[in-house]
T-cell receptor, first 113, second 113 residues
Framework: GQQLNQSPQSMFIQEGEDVSMNCTSS?????WLWYKQDPGEGPVLLIA?????ELTSNGRLTAQFGITRKDSFLNISASIPSDVGIYFC?????????????FGQGTILTVHP | GAGVSQTPSNKVTEKGKYVELRCDPI?????LYWYRQSLGQGPEFLIY????????DSGLPNDRFFAVRPEGSVSTLKIQRTERGDSAVYLC???????????FGNGTRLTVT
């Protein structure tokens, strides 16, 4: 089946630093999504990208949908302690596969005050 | 309004037993999804309902897994003859019209001893 490779697996940063993580796929997707998951909770959508090449921001978060439709990255600027959590990328084909997301393995983010 | 509600939040069962996991989607959401998340991994798609019918059950691992949504609202994921490898967090999500984001519940943590 399809696989998403997400990197890095974990990051340890100081408060105030910028963070970058990315996701690559062997197959194309029509939508890329970035989620954050806190312990004991379900994933929460951060950013959705619908067009190849699209660059979208949500506060301190910026994400891009790769031109090839096989990759995406997420940047977090000026990190704060509440950014701690696990970040997942997810790809979606759409059409009859709508709602069937393929997730990456996650990036564990730790922010030191 | 309320988010996606899943019960129980935790379930411990013995190998070979039958379990039912319940999901109450956001009111008015027609689409409902089940995902399974193993430790240290991203969620994996199991099944997708549009209304009462299963539109895509390609992610169900084998015939021990079954899900229903008889009235197009609440859904139950049923696992027969549980195995230790079934231990995971089972996540439910719902969405409104096609193209709108998935909203995840906090999951049911299933432990098979």
């Amino acid at each position: 089946g399809q696989q998403l490779n997400q990197s890095p697996q974990s990051m340890f940063i100081q408060e105030g630093e910028d963070v970058s993580m990315n996701c690559t796929s062997s197959s194309i997707f029509n939508t890329w999504l970035w989620y954050k998951q806190d312990p004991g909770e379900g994933p929460v959508l951060l950013i959705a990208l619908y067009k190849a090449g699209e660059l979208t921001s949500n506060g301190r978060l910026t994400a891009q949908f790769g031109i090839t439709r096989k990759d995406s990255f997420l940047n977090i600027s000026a990190s704060i302690p509440s950014d701690v959590g696990i970040y997942f990328c997810a790809g979606q084909l759409g059409g009859t596969s709508y709602g069937k997301l393929t997730f990456g393995q996650g990036t564990i983010l730790t922010v030191h005050p | 309004g309320a988010g996606v509600s899943q019960t129980p939040s935790n379930k411990v069962t013995e190998k070979g037993k039958y379990v039912e996991l319940r999901c109450d989607p956001i009111s008015g959401h027609t689409a409902l999804y089940w995902y399974r998340q193993s430790l240290g991994q991203g969620p994996e798609f199991l099944i997708y309902f549009q209304g009462t019918g299963a539109a895509d059950d390609s992610g169900l691992p084998n015939d021990r897994f079954f899900a229903v949504r008889p009235e197009g609202s609440v859904s139950t994921l049923k696992i027969q003859r549980t195995e230790r490898g079934d231990s995971a967090v089972y996540l439910c999500a719902s969405s409104g019209r096609q193209g709108t984001p998935l909203h995840f519940g906090n999951g049911t943590r299933l432990t098979v001893t």
